[in-house]
């Protein structure tokens, strides 16, 4: 038997998560987050990366808030910091390989949804710039359509249940779990 035909066999469909994955994101986060922790006499050195990466909006703005001591709820750093993020989503590039691997999997039929813990509208802003993402994807679901983000698997499970599949015939593509 053919590895093919085998992995045919295995995988029937594909989970692709977005930022770090398929977009670069993290480079602009820390960018913003510079900018907008000057405003507040912080300096964003890096350091707090692993207290946001992989984490929900409300998770990683909750860290901020905690690890720079902020005068400001989650709510209130998430109504100032995100109209700054979104006026660089335009900007985000592509990981090296993402186009073309949507484009294979979609021309070989191979079913794909995306699932990201960003919002679901933040995921559509994002995807907005990448021609053709948005039709590749036969379900999109985001961190606020979940009761938990990752890396609880409830957003892989909704995926594949979106697409009326078994959740083990999925590949999941993830940056950090």
């Known amino acids: 038997m053919s590895v093919e035909r085998t992995l045919k066999k295995l995988v029937s469909g594909v989970i692709l998560d977005l930022d770090g994955t398929l977009l670069n994101t993290d480079g602009i986060v820390s960018e913003i987050l510079k900018v907008f922790l000057v405003k507040y006499g912080k300096q964003w050195d890096g350091r707090e990366a692993p207290h946001i990466v992989g984490k929900?909006?409300?998770?990683?703005?909750?860290?901020?808030?905690?690890?720079?001591?902020?005068?400001?709820?989650t709510d209130e750093f998430l109504s100032q910091f995100y109209p700054m993020l979104s006026d660089q989503w335009r900007n985000i590039k592509a990981v090296p390989g993402?186009?073309?691997?949507?484009?294979?999997?979609?021309?070989?039929?191979?079913?794909?949804?995306?699932?990201?813990?960003?919002?679901?509208?933040?995921?559509?802003?994002?995807?907005?710039?990448?021609?053709?993402?948005?039709?590749?994807?036969?379900?999109?679901?985001?961190?606020?359509?979940?009761?938990?983000?990752?890396?609880?698997?409830?957003?892989?499970?909704?995926?594949?249940?979106?697409?009326?599949?078994?959740?083990?015939?999925f590949l999941v593509i993830e940056d950090s779990m």
């Open 98 to 169: 993402a186009n073309r691997l949507i484009n294979h999997l979609r021309g070989h039929g191979v079913p794909m949804a995306l699932a990201s813990n960003s919002s679901r509208s933040n995921i559509e802003a994002k995807i907005f710039h990448h021609a053709g993402w948005k039709e590749s994807f036969s379900a999109i679901v985001g961190g606020d359509e979940v009761k938990a983000g990752k890396p609880s698997p409830e957003i892989f499970l909704e995926a594949a249940k979106r697409l009326n599949m078994d959740p083990s015939s």
């Open 56 to 73: 929900t909006p409300t998770e990683a703005a909750a860290a901020v808030v905690e690890d720079y001591g902020l005068p400001l709820s």
